[in-house]
């Protein structure tokens, strides 16, 4: 087949700009083949290159003693004692989710749980952050019922508990949903598997599934605005089998057991291209690879597709040759393909044969580490306006306004469709706060939340950013468990433009100093960005996914509030309404400025909560909708109604940081109140659980009316 003519408008439509095909002439010192202007595409676009952002994420805290691998790796890895790491990391699939949601959102799960397994972790436990359009926009219904099935769908099947995760509904996702995917494993300490090859003259080895022509070009589309050519773009979304992928980790996990691997790279985005570049280049050598060996379920297959194909359930490693024979039969056991494709060289080449014709032959290192990286020119964000004032009103009124959005009432439509209890060992299901997981075999357990409030990071993007984190530390420390580390999914519009890039650089400063203060480094992470339809963008949503751990000899805080327990606020309260959950679902507004992040604050306070779990019945951060919308919850979870003390508006609704709500009885109230005192922590009691009734204010309603509301809402919407 002949390959086209390399043209002006060939060019553009991989993404490449004028001044970087230029780069890649100077490489070349040649015009690139049709094959090679395809993978300098794939490598060097945004998914892949992190071209726009890398300058930036060289600031992030990513280092300290629990610390085992940072950024750069499929995964990061945690020490949590005892000889075991947990491996984790945060990954978004929002584009191909967009435009085919079912399997955009299931190949998302499958691509980060091969990440996790790649680094010889078998997988524990996931989370999803998703965020969806208004419920009135004409695609909302389709996107929600097909990223929820397809996350379901491919991790029901492959059988990982799903834990935890957050849904958000607003208009700026009205042409571009974000569907990020969490994964976490266990692994043993001395067991980590990296992605560096080492060796020359080492066979390259293809694992997994057959290639097909899903997928091609997805981390180019991946890195564009969308526009009314959408539906052009449904070829490029990958297609699952999660059945296919729970015999590839049992395979790789039963491979790394032999001693055979060298190094191993899931084939993710860009696929075989991607994987080969980033074994190659951290382990200084060059590859080539022989296309004709690559497994193939597609006739006529040309290498331009192979090696942008993004075929699902696929892996390459270096293997010891020594060990072909039995790396193969494990292979051969769990039928799955398992081909010599090429080898590792000591040049710095990545040549690309097929049937014997050269399609590439370029230098391996400029592919990846010497991609272009841009240093692109920011504004700053805008001070918010003053926030106008905002009008009395009755607080069950505003609470019923809360509890019927979809915003913040029950996700139990949701998380009912995931299998949240496979492997039993979920403590904790999903629906309030942090998931927790025993760590098998152990007395440890493992707590997972995620994170953000995308309209804090749009009205203040340094405190939004500080905030996601902030935010993530409590939901930790309001189950008991120590923070140990985070990753995060930073989503946002087209960087090219000032703002958009302005929005980027002062978020991650703040998360920046919120991982710094509370001793959470990240240690993995995913850009995405072009988050645009028609120029419109999205709000900027940085997501930060937290792993904390309960140790040997701690137990969790999972109890509920008991009949007759005293409602204790921990914190400073000083009535923060801007961006809050009551202006925007009471009054239809978004002014103000979004609460201030008090670090010191977050860490006094989280370990005041952890020090003194012994006397605490139940916990949990407030956050969206303040102190009335988290006293509700802890209520109706616990099957009791509740007085609340306090009146006023501010008060109830107010999005100040920093705060738990507690229950406890009366003598361990008064035994946290000479502890709080001790160390300098607020403490104010604000109310009593009991009765069937939530009286708040003067205003009173019977709890089963409430629950019944909060509970019903979502399937209202969606179903």
Excluded at 563 to 573: E, H, M, R, S, Y
Aim: negative net charge; contains cysteine.
């Amino acid at each position: 087949m002949q390959e086209p003519a390399i043209t002006e408008e060939l060019i553009a439509a991989h993404g490449i700009k004028p001044d970087e095909y230029a780069r890649i002439l100077q490489i070349l010192n040649r015009e690139p083949t049709f094959t090679e202007l395809g993978i300098f595409s794939a490598m060097w676009n945004e998914h892949c290159s992190y071209k726009s952002s890398k300058i930036h994420l060289k600031g992030l805290p990513t280092s300290g003693p629990q610390v085992i691998c940072g950024p750069g790796e499929n995964a990061g890895v945690v020490d949590i004692g005892d000889g075991q790491a947990v491996v984790f990391k945060m990954e978004s699939h929002n584009h191909p989710s967009y435009i085919e949601p079912y399997q955009g959102a299931a190949t998302g799960v499958g691509g980060i749980l091969r990440d996790v397994f790649t680094m010889g972790a078998r997988p524990i436990a996931a989370m999803n952050s998703l965020s969806f359009g208004v419920k009135e926009h004409p695609k909302t219904r389709r996107l929600v019922h097909g990223v929820v099935e397809g996350v379901g769908g491919y991790g029901n099947c492959f059988g990982v508990p799903t834990v935890g995760g957050e849904v958000r509904f607003h208009p700026a996702y009205n042409g571009n949903c974000l569907v990020n995917a969490f994964a976490a494993g266990l692994a043993d300490t001395d067991k980590i598997f990296y992605s560096a090859a080492s060796g020359v003259g080492r066979p390259v080895v293809y694992l997994g599934a057959k290639t097909g022509r899903d997928g091609v070009g997805g981390a180019t589309m991946a890195s564009a605005e969308f526009d009314e050519s959408i539906e052009e773009k449904r070829p490029t979304v990958q297609v699952g089998d999660p059945f296919t992928e729970k015999r590839l980790m049992e395979a790789t996990l039963e491979l790394m057991l032999t001693g055979a691997v060298i190094s191993i790279q899931d084939m993710g985005a860009a696929g075989l291209t991607c994987s080969a570049v980033e074994m190659g280049d951290k382990g200084g050598l060059g590859i080539r690879l022989d296309l004709e060996k690559v497994p193939q379920r597609e006739k006529n297959m040309t290498a331009y597709e192979m090696m942008l194909s993004e075929s699902q359930e696929r892996m390459l490693m270096v293997l010891d040759p020594a060990k072909e024979a039995e790396a193969k039969a494990v292979f051969v056991k769990w039928d799955l393909d398992f081909a010599i494709v090429g080898e590792t060289i000591p040049e710095d080449r990545f040549l690309i044969v097929h049937h014997g014709e050269v399609k590439a032959d370029m230098p391996l290192s400029r592919l990846s580490s010497s991609a272009p990286e841009y240093d692109r020119p920011w504004t700053p964000s805008p001070e918010a306006a003053p926030m106008e004032d905002v009008p009395g009103v009755d607080a069950i009124d505003a609470l019923k306004a809360l509890l019927a959005s979809p915003n913040y009432c029950s996700r139990e439509w949701v998380y009912q469709q995931y299998d949240s209890q496979v492997m039993a060992d979920t403590m904790r299901i999903p629906g309030f706060g942090a998931g927790v997981i025993r760590v098998h075999g152990t007395d440890k357990k493992l707590a997972f939340t995620s994170d953000v409030t995308p309209r804090y990071v749009k009205a203040n993007p340094v405190q939004g950013g500080r905030q996601a984190v902030a935010e993530a530390y409590r939901n930790l420390s309001a189950v008991g468990a120590l923070p140990l580390a985070t990753t995060d999914n930073l989503n946002f519009g087209n960087p090219e433009k000032p703002e958009i890039m302005g929005q980027f650089v002062e978020a991650l400063r703040g998360i920046g100093e919120a991982c710094l203060a509370l001793d959470m480094p990240i240690v993995s992470g995913n850009v995405s960005l072009y988050n645009e339809t028609d120029g419109v963008g999205i709000l900027p949503t940085p997501t930060i996914g937290a792993v904390g751990l309960i140790a040997a000899g701690e137990e969790p805080i999972l109890g509920l509030a008991n009949d007759g327990d005293v409602a204790l606020l921990i914190g400073d309260t000083a009535g923060h309404l801007g961006q809050s959950a009551l202006l925007a679902e009471v009054f239809n507004r978004e002014d103000g400025d979004a609460p201030h992040v008090d670090l010191a604050a977050e860490k006094r306070n989280g370990t005041f909560i952890r020090d003194n779990r012994a006397l605490i019945s139940c916990c949990t951060d407030l956050s969206d909708g303040g102190l009335a919308l988290a006293a509700f919850e802890m209520a109706e979870a616990s099957g009791l109604g509740l007085t609340l003390d306090t009146g006023d508006t501010p008060t109830l609704f107010g999005e100040d940081q920093a705060r738990y709500l507690v229950a406890a009885t009366f003598d361990a109230a008064e035994a946290l109140m000479t502890a709080a005192a001790q160390v300098g922590v607020s403490i104010v009691t604000v109310g009593r659980f009991g009765g069937d009734s939530l009286r708040i204010a003067g205003s009173e309603a019977p709890m089963a009316e409430l629950a019944t509301l909060y509970r019903s809402g979502f399937a209202t919407h969606f179903s």
